[in-house]
């Protein structure tokens, strides 16, 4: 099913915009905690000097209704088709570069432009 897609907007509407979650606590279940969790902290997951310049822009207000069939995965559906859902990413730059505007890929995000992320120990508390 084609969620990676639709897994934060998801987790913004269910739970930062009805107040389950604080902004703080959203990004570190999405961002800071994982990346601690497979030893890539601090070079993802935060904003500082030395880090990736990995960061998303997000539209708390944008809404838009879920339609599977119009993403980028190969599924072609999702369970929550028809949902409205507010709060999407709005930019998206991965090593300083715009790979995600208005909702749509850009020429920067080309296939094979990804890097492995090297993984140390977990930081887990």
Same mark, same amino acid.
Not at 21 to 49: C, D, H, Q, W
Not at 79 to 101: F, H, I, M, N
């Given at each position: 099913?084609?969620?990676?897609?639709?897994?934060?907007?998801?987790?913004?509407?269910?739970?930062?915009?009805?107040?389950?979650?604080?902004?703080?606590?959203?990004?570190?279940?999405?961002?800071?905690?994982?990346?601690?969790?497979?030893?890539?902290?601090?070079?993802?997951?935060?904003?500082?000097?030395?880090?990736?310049?990995?960061? =998303? @822009?997000?539209? #708390?207000?944008?809404?838009?209704?879920?339609?599977?069939? /119009?993403?980028?995965?190969? $599924?072609?559906?999702? *369970?929550?088709?028809?949902?409205?859902?507010?709060?999407?990413?709005?930019?998206?730059?991965?090593?300083?570069? =715009? @790979?995600?505007? #208005?909702?749509?890929?850009?020429?920067?995000?080309?296939? /094979?432009?990804?890097?492995? $992320?090297?993984?140390? *120990?977990?930081?887990?508390?």
């Amino acid at each position: 099913m084609a969620e990676l897609e639709t897994m934060l907007p998801m987790l913004w509407w269910a739970g930062v915009r009805t107040g389950r979650l604080s902004v703080s606590r959203f990004v570190e279940l999405t961002s800071t905690n994982p990346t601690k969790l497979f030893g890539m902290y601090p070079r993802k997951g935060t904003i500082a000097v030395g880090s990736d310049a990995d960061l =998303v @822009v997000w539209n #708390a207000d944008e809404q838009r209704v879920i339609d599977g069939s /119009g993403g980028y995965s190969n $599924a072609d559906f999702s *369970p929550y088709d028809g949902w409205s859902v507010t709060g999407w990413p709005d930019l998206v730059l991965s090593r300083g570069e =715009v @790979v995600v505007e #208005a909702g749509r890929l850009t020429d920067a995000a080309r296939p /094979g432009r990804g890097l492995l $992320a090297p993984r140390g *120990p977990s930081q887990r508390r």
